[in-house]
């Protein structure tokens, strides 16, 4: 059941959603704001680019990221491709993450499967606060069942870039759950979609919502 105005699914577009309906119709649906762009998420950009060169192709790090080597050295010996990009269709069966009829994507930092394709573990960078929500690992297992359905055992791990740590284990191999958690929020936005009901949230990330003709937006503490 896709809706063709809506987005495929993306745990961006998820969060958002979960945020505030109305900033993510606008940024995803309407696509009438600019798109965000922050000192942090520049930042995030670098690390992980720079991560993924050392962990899937073995380029030394810079020496700002030095403190990285650490954590990314014994994940580049199984040898990743990182950033692996994958997509799903609204039957379950995988596509590509760029493909006209994929329902829903995401991206992997790093994925890390055995030879018999039956065990998997997922890492994901994060330059961000420490909070340990599975949902976004969640989702990437789910996009990874799909294409190696013979995986039995996947858990994931996010790397806390600020700690210098790697976080808990979570355990991501009940990926129909997570299927039918997919489902069902889906359906809750296809129908608040066909329906044109995109509320607005007001929350202290209103300080930090690209949708500045809100009546709920107001400036960050930093003053953008
Ligand atoms: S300013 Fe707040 S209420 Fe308005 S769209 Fe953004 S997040 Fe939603």
Redo the contacts with the bound molecule.
Sequence with gaps: MAEKNLPPWSHTFFSDYG??P??AY?KYVAKDVPKEETDALKEGRRVHDALDARVTNGVQLPDIYQKYEFLAAPLAAYRPIGELKLGILWSGKPCGFFDKEVWGRGVIDVPIINAARTSAILFDWKTGKRKEDPTELRLQALLLHAQHPTLQHITGHYIWLRDLAIGESHNLSDVDATWEEVRYQWNVIFNHAKAGHWP????P??SY?P?KK?R??RPSPEGK
């Design positions: 945020t505030c109305s900033r606008h607005e949230r007001e929350g990330l209103c919502c949708v809100c709920f937006w």
